[in-house]
């Protein structure tokens, strides 16, 4: 009784048979309209800080002050990092390294942790052991080596890249966003910060804030693999399976590139009722068991999925 009494002191009552004037009918309307109004201007604002950002870096990436590690003593291989030399440290790094980049996370993890009390300050013992705990999905310990590495060696981007993974795995997007701008800030030719960046939109649902950073990274590198990839799973959420379908197919995958592009190649082949390529594709996915796609996604589902697509072949 308390609640009826104070809405209708200020004018507004619950039920839609209020009685209101015509005039506070009309007020009301306009009150409606001027929201309404205010939050497109919030997102229209929030798209164009983005779009002169945006165009702030690709100018600064036209001749970028690279910021990168001496590659005579340290160099990265297809992930983990490496040492040149014959010392104890650069000795073990590199036999963890090369482990790492087998998928044996745990043998790595054991001989860097076993060397790390002997060089704490060692960047590539605290990257790598980063990377051996983001691969065991031990989020914590992980995050915990990254920033090591950060402070040890702060000019190196792909550390930034490496803990703005976390937060977002860790639903901190804002706190991701501001971490790879961080990388960007280093190397602002670091391609997969943009794709980065464009994913945190994309899960979102803001796929055209999405496509403006996957086509950043097509305007300094015009074929990158994971550009592309970016500009076909907005196809895919469109559902325009077939245009997905030919940019995927036109993806170069010889190099390096981001392995969930098996996945919507097969589920928009799938899509479409081409249920042999969809197999193909989910059988490719399935040998790259390493990649980061399975740290978030369940095998699994891609088996049954595989399954499924067999049972409609035959």
Known sequence: MGTDKNISHYGFNASPNSGLSFSGKIARIILLILLFQFT????????????????????????PPVEELPTEKIYL???????????????ENN?????????KYEEARE??????PHAALFFPFRYNLGLCYLHLDDLKMAHLHFTKAQQVVPQFPKTYLQLGYIYERWNRDSEAVETFREALRRNARELDTFILIGDIFFKRHQLEMAQK??????TLQRR???????????????????QALNLLKAIDTKGDYDKSLHYYYGEAAFKLRDYKTAAEQYEILLKNRTSRFFLTNSSRLIEHKLNLSRQFIQ
Request: glycine share 8%; hydrophobic share 45%; charged share 30%.
């Open 40 to 63: 497109i201007s919030l997102q229209a604002g929030e798209i164009w800080k983005e779009v002169r950002y945006l165009n702030d870096l690709l100018r600064i990436a036209e001749n």
């Open 77 to 91: 291989g297809k992930e983990a990092l490496f040492c040149t030399g014959e010392e104890k440290v650069a000795v």
């Open 95 to 103: 036999r963890a390294a090369r482990l790492l980049e087998e998928g």
């Open 111 to 116: 001989i860097l942790n076993n060397a790390l």
């Open 213 to 218: 950073y996957y086509d950043a990274s097509l």
């Open 224 to 242: 990158f693999p994971n550009g592309l990839l970016g500009r076909a799973k907005i196809q895919f959420m469109r559902k325009r399976y077939l």
